[in-house]
């Protein structure tokens, strides 16, 4: 049986498979059929416990005792579907992943044993989950883990590829709900209208503000995001996905006058089962083709602005980059607590405008840091997670297990 990491895949080696997803809480699981564009061909795509049955896909309860599973048949799964994404949300309303650490076991359809498990890591706010994901590539099946949170629930998910929630909000509100008489047109709204996990997800007061962003992630629509630790942004503006070059900038400040501190930042490439792929830093400035570079070494940390920029072409990264930590480390020794106004700040490189800023508030007796990560999604976005983790090391080096750690 093999445990997969964020990002990682496997052919399969059973025709019909099951995925259930299982956590300290009941769990609903559903799972949508998607086209090479990503997106369901209608709602009848969507399968979930009142709609159980699509072709090639079906849902099946655990009854309470087990897991809810998605079961893929590949040989009956129709022609122009690629992709079945598998999905899961905690089944009481409003309940996020933070504690609850669900996984996901694919199993044989037909003897139940195991082929491969997936524990999607750090999630906090997330209250819907892509888990996994069965595909088809060169006339293979394989399966791909993915763990990609939502902060609105399935209602979010769904939305992204496809089905058509999002007129049930607007419906919901209309002077129509106090009469009884509004409940025919919800009656008459697609399939998915029937799942009151759909419309109870978001709380009734934030679904109109949580109805615009479509995505159900924050992305940078609205302009500058402030990200506060452990929080995400999707880099999609317009939505298009950013794919061009940025720059990281990284500064600090003595938190002593007279002071100075020399703090080296720096940025490990992973792939997609956190293997390490490189690392830039004072010492090698350019890494993966050219893709990343470094502006040098600031020893002092004197002067406003940025005192250390990392730029990265991410339409240029090889397509096994798939993550970037960004990390400060004080190779002197002196520890964080004598750092004052550590920040990360993301920039887009042609014009100068700051993306996404994240403030370091609290500080650590150590001598590393790491600071915040992009993550390449399945979808081929980028997003950007604050991190503000301290860890003790003086050097890149050390840094390179603690960041694969937090992909």
């Not at 419309?199 to 109109?208: E, K, L, Q, S």
């Not at 002071?259 to 004072?282: E, M, Q, T």
């Not at 002197?332 to 990360?344: D, I, L, M, N, R």
Request: net charge negative; hydrophobic share 40%; aromatic share 6%.
């Amino acid at each position: 049986m093999t445990a997969m990491t964020p990002g990682s895949n496997i052919p399969l080696t059973a025709a019909r498979v099951a995925v259930d997803v299982a956590a300290p809480v009941r769990l609903d699981v559903s799972g949508l059929l998607l086209t090479a564009d990503g997106k369901v061909r209608s709602d009848d795509d969507f399968i979930f416990y009142n709609q159980p049955q699509g072709p090639g896909v079906s849902y099946r309860s655990g009854g309470g005792t087990a897991p809810d599973a998605i079961v893929v048949d590949t040989a009956a799964v129709p022609p122009g579907i690629e992709k079945i994404v598998v999905t899961a949300s905690p089944d009481a309303a409003g309940q996020t992943f933070q504690g609850i650490e669900p996984t996901a076991t694919i199993r044989n359809g037909d003897d139940g044993s195991a082929i491969a498990t997936f524990t999607p890591p750090r999630l906090g706010t997330e209250t819907a989950l892509v888990v996994v994901e069965i595909y088809l590539r060169n006339g293979v099946w394989k399966a791909r883990a993915v763990g990609q949170g939502y902060a609105n629930g399935l209602a979010g998910i769904a939305t992204d590829f496809g089905v058509s929630v999002d007129e049930e909000p607007a419906a919901a509100p209309a002077p129509a709900a106090p009469p009884v008489a509004a409940a025919p047109p919800v009656a008459a709204a697609p399939p998915v209208a029937a799942d009151p996990r759909i419309a109870a997800t978001p709380p009734p007061p934030a679904a109109p503000p949580a109805a615009p962003a479509a995505t159900g992630k924050i992305n940078l629509d609205k302009g500058r995001v402030s990200l506060q630790k452990n929080q995400t942004v999707s880099l999609v503006k317009g939505g298009r996905p950013l794919l061009s070059q940025v720059k990281m900038g990284l500064g600090w400040e003595p938190a002593f006058r007279g002071k100075d501190i020399d703090l080296d930042a720096s940025v490990i490439a992973y792939g997609p089962n956190r293997n390490h792929l490189d690392s830039c830093y004072f010492g090698k400035l350019s890494i993966l083709g050219g893709s990343i570079k470094h502006s040098g070494d600031n020893l002092t940390g004197e002067g406003a602005g940025d005192d250390e920029v990392i730029v990265v072409d991410l339409g240029r990264l090889p397509a096994d980059a798939t993550g970037l930590v960004f990390t400060v480390n004080s190779f002197s020794g002196q520890k964080f607590t004598e750092v004052a106004k550590a920040y990360c700040r993301l920039m887009d490189a042609t014009t100068g405008e700051e993306l996404v800023r994240f403030d370091l508030t609290s500080a650590e007796p150590q001598t590393g840091v790491m600071m915040a990560k992009l993550i390449k999604q399945f979808s081929g976005e980028w997003e950007m997670t604050a991190i503000g983790d301290f860890v003790k090391s003086r050097t890149v080096r050390g840094m390179v297990k603690p960041a694969a750690q937090a992909l």
